[in-house]
């Protein structure tokens, strides 16, 4: 591998490029930039108008009109996105490390204050320390990446979790899908009749496929926030998060609503997918 792309895979990251708290508040600034700019409309008008009057007064005699500055043009920001490259198992790895401190800082950046428990994936776990950031585990050279802890937020807590993996498959079994589901309504036969189901479809501000699911436990409480993004280069993007704390069956409610709404986790989906190029 060049030191080009492994300078790539594990430099200090940047700066985020996508400003998180402007997408819950990009509705509100449009409505006031639309008022201000029929403000500014007026105002310029008048101006206009009072310097046509100066123009056939005269103005001072033998001094020619001074021609407008062109402003300088803004150089363009850096590329500060990253590469997802699993060919080898030291180019996973470098990935996977990218991509816990893009997760790491992007829920500094949506929920400021969180912090991170220790939950189990397994009945038999040693137990770890908290407060550790998640690593991203990968399988040597395959296109699969999953890293996932507790968090605790506002007095709620649950385990949230970020995944990418192929989009389409190269190969699938008899019966089973060909990749992943992107519309919000489902196959016939799809679907768990245990859980209520919200689905909203959408895209990100760079214009990637996304969709954002809710499903409600009938019985046991249990509410999962999942948002899935198309990124380029055949993979899907997951990050979900919920109010159950504990290993599968031993699993509980920890309090009726996950540490993190569904806009919020979809802001953190969006700052992490956004930072990932093809």
């Known amino acids: 591998m060049s030191h080009q792309l492994f300078d790539e895979l594990i430099g200090t990251p940047p700066p985020a490029r996508v400003d998180v708290a402007g997408i819950v508040r990009r509705e509100r600034r449009a409505r006031a930039a639309r008022r201000l700019a029929g403000s500014l409309a007026a105002v310029l008008a008048l101006a206009l108008a009072g310097g046509v009057g100066m123009a056939a007064g ?36 470098a990935s996977a490390k990218r991509l816990s401190r893009e997760f790491e800082t992007a829920l500094r950046e949506v929920a400021p204050g969180a912090r991170w428990f220790w939950i189990p994936d397994s009945v038999d776990e040693p137990r770890k320390p908290d407060g550790q950031p998640p690593t991203f585990s990968h399988n040597g050279s395959d296109d699969f990446v999953y890293g996932g802890s507790g968090v605790v937020y506002r007095g709620r807590k649950g385990p949230l979790g970020v995944s990418i993996s192929p989009d389409v498959f190269d190969s699938a079994g008899s019966g089973q899908p060909a990749g992943y589901h992107w519309p919000c309504e489902l196959p016939p036969g799809h679907g768990d009749r245990r859980y209520d189901r919200v689905c909203d479809e959408g895209t990100t501000p760079s214009g990637f496929r996304m969709k954002v699911e809710t499903l409600t436990g009938k019985r046991n409480g249990s509410v999962q926030h999942i948002v899935s993004i198309q990124l380029p280069g055949n993979r899907a993007f997951d990050a979900s998060i919920s109010n159950m704390v504990g290993v599968d069956e031993q699993a509980v409610a920890a309090q009726p609503e996950a540490p993190l709404s569904a806009e919020e986790l979809t802001a953190l989906a969006v700052r992490i997918a956004e930072q990932i190029k093809a």
Do not use: I, N, W
């Not at 402003?71 to 490259?85: E, K």
């Open 58 to 93: 005269g103005g001072q005699p033998g001094r020619a009109p001074v021609p407008p500055q062109a402003a300088a043009s803004s150089p363009a920001p850096p590329d500060t996105r990253f590469r997802l490259v699993f060919d080898t198992p030291e180019s996973a790895d």
